[in-house]
C-alpha cells in the first residue's frame, strides 16, 4: 500500500517562505515521478511542479523563479521549496504519485499579513 504524508504547510507573510514535504511509502520511489498541485478555495485544482526519476523539472508559470522541487531518493521524499510567496499561493497543496495515480492528504498554505 502505498501512502503520501506532506507537512511542512502553515500561515506565511507574504514575501515569506516555506518548504513543503511528502513522504512516500511503499517501494519505487525512485523511479517514480512526483508533482505538487493545489487547490484553492472554489477553484479546480492545478499544476504546481513535477519531478522526473532523473531529476528533470517542470514548473507552472506561476510559479517559476519562486518555486522548487526537488527529491531524496534515499528518503523516498519529494519537497517543495516556496520563496517570494504571495497571497494568491494561498491554497491546500497535495503530493501526487504520478506513476500510481497516488495522493496525500493536502497542506494548507497560507499567505496573508
Known amino acids: 500500500q502505498v501512502q503520501l504524508v506532506e507537512s511542512g504547510g502553515g500561515l506565511v507573510q507574504p514575501g515569506g517562505s516555506l518548504r513543503l514535504s511528502c513522504e512516500v511509502s511503499g517501494i519505487g520511489f525512485s523511479y517514480t515521478a512526483m508533482g505538487w498541485y493545489r487547490q484553492a478555495p472554489g477553484k479546480q485544482r492545478e499544476f504546481v511542479a513535477d519531478?522526473?526519476?532523473?531529476?528533470?523539472?517542470n514548473y507552472a508559470d506561476s510559479v517559476k523563479g519562486r518555486f522548487t522541487i526537488s527529491r531524496d531518493n534515499a528518503k523516498n521524499t519529494v519537497y517543495l521549496q516556496m520563496n517570494s510567496l504571495k497571497p494568491e499561493d494561498t491554497a491546500v497543496y497535495y503530493c501526487?504519485?504520478?506513476?500510481?495515480?497516488?495522493w496525500g492528504q493536502g497542506t494548507q498554505v497560507t499567505v496573508s499579513s
Open positions: 501526487h504519485d504520478l506513476r500510481r495515480d497516488y
Open positions: 519531478i522526473g526519476s532523473s531529476g528533470n523539472t
